[in-house]
């Protein structure tokens, strides 16, 4: 009996510590040699691939440098993600760290942890030049394009201008899936972020074509995504941004990737930090949307 229940101990003692270790980002990461860091495929300039499985963007590589001074020599391994599997994915464990495009909200806060807010961004319409919307009046009776697993559209609808106007929607599977609904003529419009509108209008065909207008229906902050139960891993993140934001480092990364042409058509985003942006890397912070919008 006494067996039995020095067994049951001891597997209790093994299953606890394999949870323990589960939920502690860095010890998992040393043990399994590997960090696994979420992507966009289509969230430029902040997350983007270049085809071949490669990565890159404002939150890659700012991502890059944190896991190299947190996780020095382990090996970073890339899984893409979409806007509907992202929070899922972090959860689970199958994502350590997620760098891409997503919002800070106080429904997904619920759910998973976000490092200091590093990108601010303003959802509006992206149109093509041709038509003759400018604002979100203009948009009744037409056809309005978002992506999957994102908040956009529901914003455009709580909107108090949007009052009383109908229109369809149609969705995309990822951005560039949404805004080849735009490109295509399937869609008058794509309402999302400022950033991915702006980044996959630099890397379309023709540039020229499209503009970005409208009134603004949300002020979002952007960051990087960790699992909830582990805050000695949103720690780590966290002192690494608030130290980057001290020495400049970050101001230097945003001009990189929102002023400077990026890869891979050499093209720039032309976004100039924002004035809510440019305060938090003066007072850093990791508070939800709403806290913005009030």
């Known amino acids: 009996m006494k067996k ?61 440098r944190i896991l190299k001074a947190v996780l020095p020599g382990v090996q970073i391994d890339y899984t893409p993600v979409t ?31 976000f490092a200091l807010t590093t990108y601010v961004t303003e959802v509006r319409t992206a149109i093509k030049t041709s038509s003759k919307i400018k604002s979100v009046a203009d948009l009744k009776g037409k056809t309005i394009a978002t992506t999957t697993g994102t908040t956009s559209v529901a914003l455009l609808r709580k909107n ?32 999302m972020d400022d950033n991915i509108l702006a980044g996959l209008i630099a890397s379309s065909k023709s540039p020229k074509d499209y503009a970005i207008v409208g009134e603004t229906l949300n ?22 941004i608030r130290g980057a934001m001290k020495a400049g480092e970050l101001n230097l990364l945003y001009t990189k990737w929102f002023i400077q042409p990026i890869p891979p058509k050499n093209t720039s985003v032309n976004l100039p930090m924002g004035k809510i942006l440019a305060g938090l890397v003066k007072t850093p912070a990791d508070l939800p949307a709403e806290e913005y919008n009030k």
């Not at 229940?5 to 003692?13: G, P, R």
């Open 160 to 191: 108090k201008r949007a009052q009383g106007i109908e229109f369809k929607e149609v969705y995309g599977k990822d951005h560039a899936d949404s805004f080849l609904l735009l490109e295509s003529g399937r869609a008058d419009a794509f309402v």
């Open 4 to 64: 039995h229940l020095f067994a049951i101990a001891i597997a209790s003692l093994a299953t606890s510590a394999a949870f323990a270790q589960a939920n502690d980002t860095i010890a998992k990461a040393k043990a399994a040699g590997k960090v696994v860091m979420g992507v966009r495929e289509s969230s430029a300039p902040l997350s983007y691939t270049l085809g071949d499985g490669r990565y890159t963007g404002y939150h890659v590589e700012l991502c890059q």
């Open 83 to 113: 806007s509907a599997n992202r929070i899922p994915l972090v959860q689970n464990g199958t994502v350590d760290i997620e760098c891409g495009s997503t919002t800070n909200n106080a429904t997904r806060q619920k759910d998973v942890s």
């Open 219 to 240: 002020v979002e902050p952007i960051a990087i995504m960790v699992r909830k139960d582990d805050p000695t891993f949103k720690k780590a993140v966290d002192d690494y």
